[in-house]
């Protein structure tokens, strides 16, 4: 009896691992090439930011783990209310490049995570 409860737990537990989101497949984005570049100071992100962009549609619910995995931590993230984060990821280099990486006004991707933690919105400061 007990087996049998192991295996019926066995069998339940692949199926909801086989239920999650898959890691999207984004052609043209280098996730190593573009976590070699923080805050975006040696100017190699733009490239990778128009492949990301093209594909954002697959992102749309994808988690913040996703994300983090295909491009690392965010430079910077800014907390909401009801659990809403955006995480922001600069694209060129500018005063986030000095030692105490002040906030920049230049170009940027941020990613908006709803109260869900999944993606809700993708898009760049200024356009690519």
Known sequence: MLLLRLSLLSVCLLLL???????????????????????????????QAKAFLKAKEQLYGSTT??????????????LAEQTEKTYYYYLVSGPQ???????????????????????TEVLTTQPL
Do not use: K, M
């Open 17 to 47: 691992a086989a239920c999650g989101r898959s890691r999207p497949t984004l052609p043209g984005l280098n996730s190593a090439t573009w976590r070699q570049d923080p805050y975006g100071c040696r100017n190699v992100r733009v490239p």
């Open 65 to 78: 783990a996703t994300i983090e995995e295909l491009l690392g931590r965010p430079d910077e993230e800014e």
């Open 97 to 119: 490049c000095a030692p105490n990486h002040q906030r920049s006004g230049v170009n940027r991707l941020s990613i908006h995570f709803g109260a869900l933690g999944t993606v």
